[in-house]
């Protein structure tokens, strides 16, 4: 009894230490940690003076040791109290300030006969205490204090639901299972007959308790205090299963089974089997990173680079740059003779041999897809022909098996997302005949996800750029049919009339004005339709912004004069941008004319254009125009639309000069996004429109 007494102690002390510790270590801020790190503490202190008098060989160093733990199993209920009371919310000050002061009293008289009278021997027991007479005002403030405890933990649980509910249950459960067992060292003081079986049950208290105060969350103490309570776990079972082993085999060998050899050979063993649990894949970690240092520098200075590789695929411009990178790279971060990539398009049916690196021809690519495409129908896995992958039936391995013949390679991996097959990637043999690593495996698993989800988003943009110009077609199409119709319209009816009436030169001469006016009409729509088509053919060179915002304003200044517009042109000095100068002109042109045709009739107009630089939140400078007018403004159900070609404010019998088909804002907004800029608009009836241009800065 006295060894499972001495064990049981150890086991208490090294968890309530590390709970406590790593309890206060990790919240030292939150106040519910502290309380519970402070009951951890008196309950680990307890713990090792009751290992130390177990040990004790005499009846005075027992009894020091005695009188030691009661000395901090006065403060075990208090704290424990104090820290149920703050996880519950209640808060019973004088009850804590109570106990508190108790178990202070009783610690000042704790080295006199009034409370640890004596040790005699008791059971199998050598030396074990006897009560003295205010030992009971422990035991009442013990019972008193675990009871309120208890009370709190009932009545909250009653009222708590969920993970709430749980974690008050666990902590109840263990209470009960930790106070009754260590309850069970009390009898004996008073000379009944009743062995403190439980007191291996604290440790388990302590297990649940950890869980529970965690709050679900895998657990408080965290992964570190899990990892070590397994460790112990395993090397306390390990270390008593040695001990049966050593009772059974020890006379046989010629030594005598005491409780001091039974002590030490356990302490021994239990000192192994941590090393080997604990410290031994420490040390195969250092050993692996002195292996990576020296040895597997260089290959792992191969595979950082692929890594970089994967990491700028997003940015290299054609797909076919990227397969072409690929091989190269991937042959020379796992010394690989060869590797083939096979990849289909959206409008292949069949894989296409796309780059090639160390084979001096391969196969075309029907061959491959036959054998492959049945293989990851099966499963989208790497296949390794050494047998080591993906299992399948004889027809296929002779499959395999045959292509091999013909392209010697060692591994496919597919090149697939979502279960869709884009490719694949065909590694011939490694350099040594070396095998994959999982890490290796993982790694190429990785890149050729990447390049799939690459691939897969490429090909959805160009579908989605397909369909935004299909309708942008249709949006002209419709435009066009529109404005082409008024115009042939009126031509029409005059040559109608022409034939029903005599050719007098009156009616020639209007019939004339006509026809020359829709011509002309006409070919400015061709004219604009052209210029929105064909906004991005166009060379790029270096722009001075305020230049081209001065040209604007000579150039329309008649038009500010006939409608009584005053200009203000103002800002910071901005650098040069990157553009086309003719471009430029004709975006500032039309949003400085479409204001000045908002404000004609109007009285006291204004047209303010601002220039700004702006360099904070964004990923790059920008030259900022904004052309403010305070005309009558946009009509809100109109203004989502007005970058749409043929959208326009103007009504039919004002749509006559080549503004007034709708296009000029569209044709603005394509310049713009030509030049990697940006163009909105905000607008207040009554109150006039604002366009503000974002343009990127460049050399």
């Known amino acids: 009894m006295t060894i499972y007494l001495v064990i049981s102690s150890l086991l208490n002390f090294l968890a309530a230490g590390m709970l406590g510790l790593a309890v206060i270590v990790r919240g030292r801020k939150d106040s519910l940690n502290l309380r519970f790190g402070v009951f951890a503490f008196t309950t680990g202190s307890w713990s090792a003076a009751?290992?130390?008098w177990q040990l004790s060989e005499d009846a005075t160093a027992a009894l020091f040791f005695t009188r030691v733990l009661m000395l901090f199993a006065y403060f075990v209920p208090v704290t424990f109290f104090h820290f149920i009371a703050e996880l519950c919310g209640e808060k019973p000050r004088?009850?804590?300030?109570?106990?508190?002061?108790?178990?202070?009293?009783?610690?000042a008289v704790n080295f006199t006969p009034l409370m640890v009278a004596s040790v005699e021997p008791k059971m199998s027991f050598p030396f074990w205490p006897t009560a003295g007479p205010l030992y009971w005002l422990y035991l009442t403030l013990f019972g008193v204090l675990t009871l309120q405890a208890g009370w709190f933990l009932t009545k909250h649980l009653r009222q708590s639901t969920g993970m709430r509910a749980m974690q008050l249950r666990n902590i109840l459960l263990a209470s009960i299972v930790g106070?009754?067992?260590g309850a069970t060292n009390f009898p004996l003081w008073y000379d009944v007959p009743v062995p403190p079986l439980g007191n291996l049950l604290i440790f388990l208290y302590l297990m649940i308790m950890a869980h529970a105060v965690s709050r679900y969350q895998p657990p408080?103490?965290?992964y570190d205090f899990l990892h070590a309570s397994v460790y112990l776990g395993l090397s306390v079972t390990l270390s008593v299963i040695y001990l049966l082993i050593f009772a059974v085999l020890a006379p046989w060998l010629g030594h005598d089974v005491t409780p001091a050899a039974l002590f030490t050979h356990f302490l021994a063993s239990l000192m192994v089997c941590w090393f080997f649990f604990w410290w031994v894949p420490k040390l195969h970690r250092i050993a692996d990173r002195i292996l990576a240092q020296t040895y597997l520098r260089r290959r792992h200075a191969q595979q950082r680079q692929l890594k970089e590789f994967s990491a700028r695929i997003g940015s290299i411009g054609s797909e076919q740059e990227i397969f072409e990178h690929l091989a190269p790279e991937i042959v020379r971060a796992f010394n690989a003779e060869a590797v083939a990539v096979y990849v289909r398009t959206e409008f292949d049916r069949d894989y296409q041999l796309r780059a090639v690196h160390g084979w001096p021809r391969c196969p075309p690519s029907q061959p491959v897809d036959s054998v492959l495409t049945r293989v990851f129908q099966q499963q989208m896995a790497p296949v390794f022909l050494d047998g080591s992958g993906v299992r399948f039936g004889p027809g296929v391995v002779q499959q395999l098996e045959e292509l091999a013949a013909r392209l010697p390679f060692e591994a496919v991996f597919p090149i697939a997302s979502d279960d869709f097959l884009t490719g694949f990637i065909l590694l011939g043999e490694r350099a040594g005949n070396e095998r994959y690593t999982q890490s290796e495996i993982a790694l190429l698993e990785s890149l050729c996800l990447q390049i799939a989800v690459t691939l897969r988003a490429r090909q959805l943009e160009r579908r989605a750029s397909q369909t935004e110009k299909l309708i942008a077609l249709g949006t002209l199409a419709a435009g066009l049919a529109h404005e082409l119709r008024n115009p042939l319209t009126s031509i029409q009816t005059f040559t109608a009339l022409l034939k029903e009436s005599r050719a007098d030169p009156d009616t020639?001469?209007?019939?004339?004005?006509?026809?020359q006016r829709d011509v002309a009409r006409i070919a400015s729509i061709v004219e604009n339709v052209a210029?929105?088509?064909e906004s991005n053919k166009v060379e790029m060179s270096v722009v001075n912004v305020p230049d081209v915002l001065r040209t604007v304003l000579e150039i329309i200044r008649p038009e500010l004069e006939r409608a009584q517009v005053a200009v203000e042109l103002k800002g910071q000095p901005v650098p040069s941008i990157r553009g086309n100068n003719s471009q430029l002109l004709q975006v500032f042109l039309n949003l400085a004319q479409n204001a000045v045709q908002a404000m004609e009739g109007r009285v006291d107009n204004h047209l303010v254009i601002e220039l700004t630089q702006r360099t904070w939140d964004v990923p790059r400078p920008q030259v900022c125009i904004s052309v403010a007018d305070n005309g009558p403004g946009v009509d809100p159900a109109l203004l989502p639309h007005i970058f749409e070609p043929f959208t326009t404010t103007k009504?039919?019998?004002?749509?006559?000069?080549?503004?007034?088909?709708?296009?000029?804002?569209?044709?603005?907004?394509?310049?713009?996004q030509h030049h990697h800029g940006e163009i909105h608009v905000t607008s207040q009836p009554g109150k006039g429109t604002t366009f503000f241009v974002h343009l990127p800065l460049g050399s």
């Open 50 to 52: 009751y290992f130390f």
């Open 94 to 107: 004088w009850v804590v300030r109570g106990g508190y002061a108790v178990a202070a009293t009783l610690a």
């Open 179 to 181: 106070f009754g067992g």
């Open 220 to 222: 408080l103490v965290a």
């Open 508 to 515: 020639l001469h209007e019939f004339s004005a006509v026809v």
């Open 531 to 533: 210029a929105f088509a």
């Open 651 to 672: 009504s039919t019998g004002e749509r006559r000069g080549k503004h007034g088909m709708g296009l000029g804002l569209a044709i603005v907004k394509r310049i713009v």
